[in-house]
C-alpha cells in the first residue's frame, strides 16, 4: 500500500479528476505521503480522503493538495511562498518541489516539532518552518508571489495581502459552512477573487499554542 505503484495509482485518478499540472502531478507521485501520517493510517495515505493527524488537524485530501497547488502555480514557476497551516508537512513538502523557498508557519508548536523531525530526515533544504501566527504571514521572509492557506476562514488579513508581490496569488478555502477554494490574485490596479470548487477544511484559529 506504500509502493511507487500506489502512487502512480494515485497520481492516475488525480488526472481523471481534471487535475491538469503535470509539473504537480510528477510531484505528487514522488513525495511518500505515508510517512506522514499516524502508522495505523498508513494503508490509507493514497486514499483521496482528509485524514486525522492529532490535534485536531488533518492531512488534506491528495485531490485538494494537487489542486491548490496547480492553481498556485498557475502554469509558471514559483519562487517564494509562503503556506499557513504546516500540519504534518505534506503539502510543504509537495511544495518545495514547486517553488525555490517554502515559508511555512504553525500555530500548534507540539504538532511543529514533530514535522521539523520528519522534515529533517528527509532533507529538504529550501524549505523554513515558524512557530507562529499564520494570519499575521512573515514580513521579513516576503513578499511572496504565492501563499496558500490550510485552514477556512472568512476574509484575508491585510498583513498577507501586502506580503503579496503584483502578480502573486493566495489560494484559501472560504467559508462557513459551505467552503469553497479561492485565489486572490493581486495586479497593478488592486485585487481580484475568483471563487472555484466546493471544499473542507478545518477553521482557522489566530494565535499560538506552546504546549
Not at 9 to 30: C, K, P, T, W
Amino acid at each position: 500500500m506504500t509502493s511507487q505503484r500506489t502512487r502512480m495509482r494515485m497520481v492516475e485518478r488525480l488526472r481523471n479528476q481534471g487535475i491538469a499540472d503535470e509539473n504537480v502531478l510528477s510531484v505528487m507521485g514522488s513525495v511518500p505521503r505515508h510517512l506522514f501520517v499516524e502508522e495505523a493510517l498508513a494503508s490509507r495515505a493514497y486514499e483521496d480522503v482528509a485524514l486525522p493527524i492529532n490535534y485536531g488537524q488533518t492531512i488534506s485530501s491528495p485531490w485538494v493538495v494537487a489542486r491548490m497547488c496547480e492553481l498556485l502555480r498557475d502554469g509558471s514557476s514559483l519562487e517564494n511562498v509562503l503556506e499557513v497551516g504546516t500540519g504534518c508537512g505534506y503539502q510543504t513538502v509537495v511544495l518545495a518541489q514547486l517553488a525555490r523557498q517554502v515559508c511555512s508557519i504553525e500555530r500548534i508548536g507540539p504538532l511543529l516539532t514533530r514535522t521539523r523531525i520528519r522534515l529533517h530526515k528527509l532533507q529538504i533544504r529550501n524549505i523554513y518552518l515558524k512557530h507562529a501566527d499564520g494570519l499575521l504571514g512573515l514580513p521579513e521572509a516576503g513578499p511572496f508571489d504565492g501563499i496558500i492557506m490550510a485552514a477556512v476562514t472568512t476574509f484575508i488579513p491585510a498583513a498577507l495581502l501586502e506580503q503579496l508581490t503584483v502578480g502573486g496569488r493566495i489560494v484559501f478555502p472560504k467559508g462557513t459552512q459551505k467552503q469553497n477554494l479561492c485565489v486572490i490574485e493581486r495586479n497593478a490596479q488592486g485585487y481580484t477573487e475568483t471563487t472555484l470548487e466546493e471544499v473542507n477544511f478545518v477553521p482557522i484559529v489566530p494565535g499560538v499554542v506552546k504546549s
